[in-house]
């Protein structure tokens, strides 16, 4: 179990350009998440996967965001045209399955700087 | 509606003394379960203790328990013998029998000092 990771760390980047962050979950994991953590404030559902599938994206989530997990392994989270209120820590999560109990585990995140 | 509710934003605890850390939630459905996170200066958060509203007793893990009381529907984390290793954000959240996800409180930052 080498726990849940996610590159880069850090990442700087000038308003209006894109930028794609990695997340790799625990290796049996079937269950991704994406959340946003601004500075101060708890963690914000932004959407997760089951396997490949997206099953459910939050209304914070515009149309500049796009999630993908190809072959229900990895999964990528690209934002467009960066804006300087997309600047947070994004974090991933992973879990096994749906139980009420079933807890996440989440990686360390990446620290987004838009300029 | 504030889902989970942290009013505490901060709270100093000396070396080894117990801290209590509040967390009240609001929810209509009779199943959910409730979770403690402590996320240090690193960023990773990293699992504490569950609660399931179910659950007739208190959950404990080794130096944490939570105090729940379903009625207030609080389900406050008390630490005790705190360690200077304990200092970090602290969140308390909650999942849904019909959701999938946690939705998370805005944190208490503990600070132990000796």
């Known amino acids: 179990d080498t726990g849940v990771s996610q590159n880069p760390r850090h990442k700087i980047t000038k308003r209006g350009q894109n930028v794609t962050f990695r997340c790799d979950p625990i290796s049996e994991h079937n269950r991704l998440y994406w959340y946003r953590q601004t500075l101060g404030q708890g963690p914000e559902f932004l959407t997760y996967?089951?396997?490949?599938?997206?099953?459910?994206k939050s209304r914070l989530l515009s149309d500049r965001f796009s999630a993908e997990r190809p072959k229900g392994s990895f999964s990528t989270l690209e934002i467009q045209r960066t804006e300087q209120g997309d600047s947070a820590m994004y974090l991933c999560?992973?879990?096994?399955?749906?139980?009420?109990?079933?807890?996440?585990?989440f990686g360390s995140g990446t620290q987004l700087s838009v300029l | 509606a504030q889902k989970i509710t942290q009013t505490q934003p901060g709270m100093f605890v000396q070396e080894k003394e117990a801290v209590t850390l509040d967390c009240t939630y609001d929810t209509s459905d009779p199943s959910y379960g409730l979770f403690w996170y402590k996320q240090p200066s690193s960023g990773e958060m990293i699992f504490l203790i569950y609660q399931g509203s179910y659950d007739q007793q208190n959950a404990t893990e080794g130096r944490y328990s939570l105090n729940f009381q379903k009625a207030r529907k609080s389900a406050n984390l008390v630490i005790s013998a705190s360690q200077l290793g304990d200092s970090a954000m602290y969140f308390c959240a909650m999942r849904e029998r019909n959701t999938d996800k946690l939705i998370f409180g805005t944190g208490t930052r503990l600070q132990v000092f000796p």
């Open positions: 996967f089951q396997n490949e599938a997206q099953l459910e």
């Open positions: 999560a992973s879990s096994f399955g749906s139980h009420l109990d079933e807890k996440l585990f």
